[in-house]
């Protein structure tokens, strides 16, 4: 526990120190909210008895799912860098379980995905989204297991690769097209049958389905029920872990 802590607190404090990476975690998820949703609030149709709802009502589960995965990326491109500037290869040989190792990553870029999300929840009143004490002690609650599990995939993909670039290159080809198939962007049922299809195996999908039965049911759709989507974003968060672990155990840094 004490190296899953000290690992834990070494990400927050370097993150911290760098106020770019807060700009650009925090930020850039915002200004696609803004633009994004005011650009197509009038192409948005609700769904029947949703009201008068807004695409930015919409958007904004979306945009919570955009920051755990914008964050989760920018704090495992740390195990590529500490890999280059020799500190991964030092915690290697320390006598401590390389499940701990895993574990004070993936804790810490979850700490940091979960403090940027809760700050962007403040602003749900203001686009008309009303919450309850439990309900926002859940939706906080599915924000800590989705950034989990995206964490941890980001820290499976950058234990395998050797540079920053080649973090990017994936990034854009497999991480963004994942959030942009999880229904943060547009709804399952107005899209073509294949693409519903790569929808139902996408892990994110089941993230943001939670946020928004929690936040707005009313255009949450005949997408899967919130049980549902909690176990399966808890699953996947289990996955990456076990996944984690064996990945530093077989592959030296």
Request: charged share 10%; aromatic share 12%.
């Amino acid at each position: 526990m004490k190296a899953v802590y000290t690992l834990w607190v070494r990400d927050i404090v370097r993150f911290l120190r760098q106020r770019s990476r807060i700009v650009g975690a925090l930020g850039s998820p915002i200004v696609f909210w803004a633009l994004i949703g005011s650009g197509m609030h009038r192409s948005f149709k609700a769904p029947a008895g949703a009201g008068s709802s807004s695409y930015l009502e919409f958007f904004f589960p979306g945009t919570l799912a955009l920051i755990l995965l914008f964050t989760a990326i920018f704090s495992t491109i740390s195990v590529i860098e500490d890999r280059q500037a020799g500190f991964m290869q030092g915690v290697l040989v320390a006598p401590v379980p390389r499940t701990a190792i895993a574990l004070g990553k993936i804790f810490g870029g979850t700490t940091l995905a979960l403090m940027q999300a809760v700050v962007f929840l403040l602003a749900a009143p203001f686009v008309g989204i009303h919450m309850t004490l439990m309900s926002t002690s859940l939706v906080i609650g599915v924000l800590a297991i989705v950034g989990f599990g995206l964490t941890g995939l980001g820290f499976l993909l950058a234990w395998w690769l050797d540079s920053t670039q080649g973090f990017h290159a994936i990034m854009n080809l497999f991480l963004v097209p994942m959030w942009i198939l999880s229904g943060a962007l547009f709804p399952a049922y107005g899209a073509a049958s294949w693409i519903r299809g790569l929808m139902l195996i996408d892990p994110l999908t089941y993230g943001v389905s939670a946020l928004r039965l929690l936040l707005t049911p009313d255009l949450a759709g005949a997408g899967p029920g919130l049980v549902t989507s909690i176990l399966v974003v808890s699953i996947f968060g289990l996955a990456m872990l076990a996944a984690d672990t064996a990945v530093v155990v077989r592959r030296r840094a």
